[in-house]
């Protein structure tokens, strides 16, 4: 059964830093790709942040210079180091995980940036 288990998400003062961090276990197939996407209320999903198993990462542009994402092979793990966060960095954040034939995605892990 794949699991994914999220952590370090809190409250936050605007400039302030989280790092979140997403291990996964449970499947049969190597891992392709992990990501971190984030949902603020009424608001469509989006992406974050995404790194390939060879490291290869792309950020939405709303993010870029401010977080950076990386990842554990060994143990299956990626995080995300958010470094001077905003109030519009509000959002609940999951973790998705690209197994090549089937997507896991955590359960999520509420950001919160108070101004």
């Known amino acids: 059964q794949v699991q994914l288990v999220e952590s370090g998400g809190g409250l936050v003062h605007a400039g302030g830093s989280l790092t979140l961090s997403c291990a996964a276990s449970g499947s049969i197939f190597s891992i392709k790709a992990m990501g971190w996407y984030r949902q603020a209320p009424g608001k469509q999903r989006e992406l974050v942040a995404r790194?390939?198993?060879?490291?290869?990462?792309n950020y939405a542009d709303s993010v870029k210079g401010r977080f950076t994402i990386s990842r554990d092979n060994a143990k299956n793990t990626v995080y995300l180091q958010m470094n001077s966060l905003k109030p519009e960095d509000t959002a609940v954040y999951y973790c998705?995980?690209?197994?090549?034939?089937?997507?896991?995605w955590g359960q999520g892990t509420q950001v919160t940036v108070s101004s």
């Open positions: 790194i390939t198993r060879t490291g290869s990462t």
């Open positions: 998705n995980v690209d197994w090549g034939v089937f997507a896991s």
